[in-house]
């Protein structure tokens, strides 16, 4: 289609991370009235696109933010600082061609290395690159979710 906003699925997308390149403002009216967990909300598409599990830990990570706090909890300064950590960890996934876990590939084939740069996401037990802390691990809206407990509050 010429037009892919004429795609349900499209229409509904949320804000880009990278082209919207949205600030508090743009995102605190999203957020009114939502109760749910940092992590979970990042991980909604109609609310921002292209932030899947791995993405929104590291992101939470980047903002030293707790992925299981509520969202109404975050100050102006924190939604901010996650933001650009949402922004930041997607740019540098796209550099490195994604993460391939188990079966990813781009359309040429090729194997992305971003996995060799995650600071929490599938490291439980491992020490923090930041802080040397162990990174643990729980479930979110029946996700995986990594975070270390003194980097992230």
């Not at 109609?46 to 992101?59: D, K, R, V, W």
Request: aromatic content about 6%; charged content about 25%.
């Amino acid at each position: 289609t010429t037009d892919p906003e004429t795609i349900d699925k499209v229409a509904k997308l949320g804000l880009d991370p990278i082209h919207d390149d949205p600030g508090t403002d743009d995102v605190k009216p999203l957020l009114e009235n939502r109760t749910a967990p940092v992590k979970t909300l990042l991980m909604n598409q109609e609310l921002f696109a292209g932030m899947g599990n791995i993405y929104a830990s590291e992101a939470c990570h980047g903002s030293g933010i707790d992925p299981t706090r509520s969202v109404t909890t975050l100050s102006d300064q924190e939604l901010g600082s996650l933001l650009g950590a949402m922004k930041e960890v997607l740019e540098k996934a796209i550099g490195l061609g994604g993460s391939s876990i188990i079966d990813f590939t781009s359309v040429d084939g090729e194997n992305g290395s971003y996995q060799d740069h995650f600071f929490v996401y599938g490291r439980e037990g491992e020490d923090c690159r930041s802080c040397g802390s162990t990174i643990q691990k729980t479930e979110l809206a029946g996700r995986s979710t990594y975070w270390c407990p003194d980097c992230q509050k």
